[in-house]
């Protein structure tokens, strides 16, 4: 197969570039005015200064602010010679773009504005801090009418606006869909009749950041058609923004695919005041939070208490001599907010017809789901209320072994027959990767041969994974729904809650793909594909095409909202687009809903769902893509740093994932030599792409494992938290909260680890350094081979010989202790070796990452006892290192009348 030559750019995004650019002006323009008049380091800064100049204004052409105005005004200090001023504007100019505050008080860096200002108006403008957006109008209108829309536009905002913004024009196609790449303060954008199509401010400086744009031709296309195109791209780019649409074609004339897909359509002839005033309630609108601004209200009355709950108000915690250290903690707002009410403007989690009904539909919008329900206890909970809400006893899942435990008792309780599916080992650096999907046809396809495909219900993945292994969620259901035309598909996206917000991830995500699957297979033309397609299979061939007439799309995508967005600790969703929800899962779903939900949810954590919705909404697209900068630097650092390099090393996309499942060739993010690879393409085609946010630390070359390195050094010397460890690797995230002084923080820290093992190393002897060079050839050589799903005992199987296993039997048979018993770890493979099978009685869940390497009722394989005998874990569920592995007992098995033999069909075992 040929792959694609990589291309590469010096900067990871045009955020990175613009603020390294404005950082470079700023020196250059102080070197400049310590010049000596006509020397040659003048005419050198001057050249500088210039290049730097013209290269800005093809940046800052996409922004409001600074904005091309800013860089009119600093040409014209540069030709005149007044180097302090120049120096001065582009000193303060770049500590508020770098700052953002011009976000808050925007005219702050407008000194034209600022000078005719009284000193008492200033200070009282910019004590008020505001949210400030931009608007992209698309027109191809003068610069005298550019000027002048923007002075309209500014006259009426007042005082007393809760909001201000400033305004981007572009007079192309082109231009209008690279501010929307660029711009992530854009909260509106005002397309105007017909915009020309091709860009004429595009400079070889922004190219490679620009092939969204350019991978498109809409050229042919009438000029007339290219506004409601783009009010579609926008849509899919970044559908949060409000879009409103301004013409002279007559009602009677507009397309509905044109009137539904702008917010609102204007006309030429109406006032600009109502275009204004439509634009300012949109974003009231996303800024309504329905169930935080009632907890707040709530919390301001006057309220006397005679339910439950005493530390409602903080009355039995302020009157108190012993406990109020802990009101004072936390402040007396939190404790008015508390209250087991559900009147009083507030509402019921349970049965919401208020302010939670309209916070979770806000939610539905914002995360482009049908239906989405917030859950108070943890994804955990999501997992079991959706398995439990969709498969009912003896239905069949397909299903991630390495998926997190919830899963696993999920199934349980719903008393589904799972048939588990392996991912492809990471041996090296003791981790799973993902599952591949000819392995998910291959069981989906025996299933069927043994006329079992009619139980199957649902195909369960983790996407992304603990690791970050992102699957490709449209190839993946497109070729199940060939086979399986009904399968439910629950994607665990614990780890991924913040990828709706970032184009790239959001094709890769459960809620997106759904909707674009349901519209391409209603479509004409898919009907007649998929007719020529199967017209050109042979006999017996199966379809990799869906049938459109039985297809049904149904996706339900859990999400730990709190674990990459802002949410207090166990916030969570559950999404959910499925064609038959109405008619055939909404009373099931919410009887589940019922089950595991408490009739006393936190309200607290409520309204932090709530105010993290109106986050996303509005900073969303921003915080994602800075949050994979900052992975990003910390990936360049540690590789660029000899020091780091000489102990570390960031494991990267060829690292995890192995070549065929890499069609586009991608093997890194970044190298020293070529810079930053840019990885769209590999996002929408790969089978597998890693998410750069996971951070693998290998550190191999340290002679420290995960554990240690984690305890020892990270948290007791730099009180740096992380969660995940394998033998040889530590695993660091970026996420929305992450700053740059965290990065800078984390690099000097491992700075510091690195000098002090160059120490401990000179200090050591020759004995010394010969235990040294074991530990270090014992993590990097000696690596175990991860195990694989070994396969279900004879008495567990679903149907002999097929895959599918009885978990909930084991599980419960297990209840009675007269049925197991211990064998110390150590004296499994001598036990084995008598040619007893022993099988589990229980989970054993390693913490982290959270899956079982035992089930009930699986047999267990001498490759699952050597990986127990080196995990590097200090907690293991289900095991006790001091009784040893629990196990069902010899006679147990006999009374289900089974052969100790290992016959029966082995599931997903390794070859």
Not at 407 to 427: K, N, Q, T, W
Not at 597 to 623: C, K
Not at 858 to 875: A, G
């Amino acid at each position: 197969m040929t792959k694609n030559k990589t291309k590469t750019a010096p900067y990871y995004n045009i955020g990175q570039l613009r603020v390294d650019f404005w950082n470079k002006l700023k020196i250059e323009t102080s070197e400049l005015t310590r010049c000596h008049k006509g020397s040659v380091n003048e005419k050198t800064h001057k050249q500088k200064v210039t290049e730097l100049l013209k290269d800005l204004k093809g940046v800052e052409c996409f922004f409001a602010s600074p904005g091309k105005e800013r860089l009119q005004k600093l040409e014209s200090a540069f030709i005149s010679q007044e180097y302090a001023s120049l120096a001065n504007l582009v000193s303060e100019t770049t500590k508020q773009l770098v700052g953002d505050s011009y976000k808050s008080n925007p005219e702050f860096i407008d000194f034209e504005e600022q000078s005719m200002q009284s000193a008492e108006e200033h200070d009282q403008h910019n004590s008020v801090r505001k949210n400030h957006f931009e608007v992209l109008f698309v027109d191809n209108i003068s610069e005298q009418e550019e000027h002048k829309l923007k002075h309209n536009l500014r006259t009426l905002q007042t005082s007393n606006d809760k909001f201000s913004y400033g305004v981007v024009v572009q007079r192309s196609f082109q231009d209008a869909m690279i501010t929307l790449l660029f711009n992530h303060n854009i909260q509106a954008v005002v397309v105007r009749y017909a915009p020309p199509y091709h860009s004429k401010l595009i400079t070889p400086l922004i190219k490679p950041y620009i092939e969204e744009v350019t991978k498109h031709d809409f050229s042919s296309k009438p000029e007339t058609d290219l506004g409601p195109i783009i009010g579609g791209l926008i849509k899919q780019l970044r559908p949060e923004l409000d879009t409103y649409y301004v013409t002279d074609t007559s009602l009677a004339h507009l397309k509905d695919s044109t009137i539904k897909g702008f917010r609102r359509i204007f006309y030429q002839t109406e006032d600009i005041q109502e275009l204004h005033l439509t634009i300012m309630r949109g974003i009231a609108e996303r800024y309504n939070t329905p169930f935080f601004s009632a907890l707040v209200e709530y919390s301001q009355k006057p309220t006397g208490v005679f339910h439950a709950m005493p530390i409602s108000r903080g009355n039995s915690v302020f009157k108190s001599r012993w406990i109020n250290d802990f009101g004072e903690f936390y402040g007396r707002n939190m404790f008015l907010a508390e209250t087991s009410a559900t009147t009083g403007g507030l509402d019921s989690l349970l049965q919401p017809t208020g302010p939670i009904k309209k916070a979770q539909e806000m939610a539905r919008d914002a995360y482009g789901s049908q239906n989405t329900y917030f859950v108070t206890n943890g994804t955990s909970t999501a997992n079991k209320i959706v398995m439990q809400a969709l498969v009912k006893p003896g239905d069949v899942v397909l299903i991630d072994r390495d998926c997190h435990k919830s899963h696993h008792y999920g199934l349980v309780l719903a008393g589904a027959y799972p048939v588990y599916l392996d991912s492809y080992p990471i041996e090296e650096y003791s981790m799973y990767g993902a599952v591949p999907l000819e392995q998910i046809k291959t069981k989906l396809l025996k299933l069927k041969e043994a006329g079992r495909l009619d139980k199957v219900k649902m195909l369960l993945l983790t996407n992304c994974t603990f690791d970050g292994l992102v699957y490709n969620v449209q190839r993946v259901m497109e070729e199940v729904l060939a086979i399986k035309p009904d399968m439910v598909f629950l994607w665990d996206e614990a780890w991924f809650a913040f990828a709706g917000f970032a184009y790239s991830y959001k094709q890769r995500t459960g809620m997106f793909t759904a909707k674009k699957l349901y519209e391409k297979y209603s479509n004409a033309n898919y009907k007649t594909t998929y007719k020529e397609h199967v017209k050109g299979l042979s006999g017996g061939e199966q379809s990799l095409l869906p049938d459109p007439d039985k297809v049904k799309i149904r996706v339900y995508a859990t999400q730990s909202t709190h674990k990459t967005l802002s949410s207090f600790r166990q916030g969570s969703m559950i999404h959910i687009w499925d064609e038959d929800f109405r008619r055939k899962t909404e009373n099931t779903f919410l009887e589940a809903y019922m089950t595991h939900t408490s009739t006393s949810p936190n309200y607290q954590m409520l309204a932090s769902l709530d105010i993290g919705r109106r986050q996303v909404q509005l900073e969303g697209f921003e915080l994602v893509e800075k949050s994979i900068e900052m992975a990003m630097v910390l990936r360049a650092k540690i590789n660029d740093n000899p020091q780091l390099s000489k102990y570390f090393d960031v494991l990267t996309v060829h690292d995890f994932i192995p070549d065929k499942f890499r069609q586009t060739g991608l093997k890194e993010y970044y190298t020293q030599n070529e810079g930053w690879n840019r990885m769209d393409e590999a996002w929408q085609k790969d089978e597998f792409v890693l998410d750069p946010t996971k951070i693998t630390l290998y550190i191999g070359k340290t002679g420290v494992d995960g554990d240690t390195f984690k305890n020892k050094y990270l948290m007791d010397k730099f009180n740096i938290q992380i969660n995940k460890t394998s033998r040889n690797t530590v695993l660091f995230m970026t996420n929305i909260g992450t700053t740059r002084g965290s990065i800078t923080y984390l690099t000097n820290a491992l700075l510091k680890i690195a000098d002090e093992l160059d120490d401990e190393l000179k200090a050591l002897n020759d004995k010394e350094r010969e235990i040294r060079d074991k530990k270090i050839h014992s993590l990097t050589k000696e690596v175990p081979p991860l195990p694989d799903f070994s396969y279900f005992h004879q008495s567990f199987q679903a149907v002999p010989g097929v895959p599918g296993g009885n978990l909930r039997e084991a599980y419960f048979l297990a209840y009675d202790e007269e049925n197991y018993e211990y064998v110390p770890l150590n004296d499994c493979l001598s036990v084995m070796a008598t040619g007893r099978n022993l099988v589990a009685s229980t989970f054993v869940i390693p913490y982290p990452p959270g899956f079982p390497v035992l089930v009930p009722g699986q047999v267990v394989s001498e490759e699952i006892i050597n990986f127990m005998t080196v995990l590097d874990v200090s907690e293991i569920h289900g095991y006790r290192s001091d009784l040893g592995l629990r196990v069902f007992k010899e006679k147990v098995l006999d009374r289900h009348k089974i052969t100790t033999s290992m016959g029966g069909m082995s599931i997903g075992k390794k070859k």
